[in-house]
Structure formats: C-alpha cells, structure tokens
C-alpha cells in the first residue's frame, strides 16, 4: 500500500467512486488526477460531493479562475416553476462553488483571504 492509499483509507469509498467517475468520463490527466488526490486528502467534503456529483469534474479539470456565474444561476431558476427543481439546483450550485474554492484554496493554494472573500461573495449570491 503506497502512502496516498494508506491516508485516503477513511474515505476509501468516495474515492472510488470518483475513481469509477474519472473512468467513465475518460478522464486521464495524470497532473488533475494528482490534484484531485491532493484535494481528496485535504477535504472529505469536497470528495463527497466529486463522487455525488461528478459533473463537477468536468468543471474543475477545467478550472482556471472562480466565476460565480450568476447569470447562468438565474437562467436555470428562471426556467422552472417547481420549486423543489429551484430547492435542487441552488444545492447543486452551491455544491460546486463551494468544491472550486476548496480546489482553489488547496491544489491552487490561494492565500486565506482569497479563499474568504470567495467564501463571502458566494454567502452573498445564495442568501
């Protein structure tokens, strides 16, 4: 067992998950798998909603700066009227805002208060 093995032990499952996602998606990149290893260990939070969520995944393998995309947001709530479907989708957004700040603050190592003030303009667009 190498050493990422032996530390990623308690999130075995999500790991794999994730793994399965990568697979299927034909995902290969040794230097993103890499960061994703970096940022399973360093977040449980962030592997749980990669392996919940792997559309995320796409996104962050293409992740060069934070947008908060609140155009796109309101688009998306603008297209329905059930609110579960609103309910469902700002978990969704704010899933994958959170996990790019994660993957910004650890395999990008963004100083805290980068990471803060992403942390507060997406407190601002979700209240």
């Not at 910004?104 to 601002?124: F, G, K, P, W, Y």
Request: net charge negative.
């Amino acid at each position: 067992m190498n050493h990422f093995e032996s530390l990623i032990q308690p999130d075995l499952f999500h790991w794999e998950q994730l793994q399965s996602s990568l697979q299927q998606q034909g995902i290969e990149d040794a230097g993103f798998i890499d960061s994703l290893k970096k940022l399973a260990l360093g977040s449980n939070y962030a592997i749980t909603q990669l392996a919940k969520y792997p559309s995320i995944l796409n996104q962050l393998r293409y992740f060069d700066h934070f947008d908060l995309e609140q155009k796109r947001l309101a688009q998306t709530l603008d297209e329905t009227d059930d609110i579960n479907q609103v309910k469902k989708e700002l978990r969704l957004y704010r899933h994958q805002k959170l996990v790019e700040i994660i993957y910004m603050d650890i395999c990008q190592q963004a100083d805290v208060e980068h990471t803060l003030l992403r942390l507060s303009e997406l407190a601002d667009v979700l209240i």
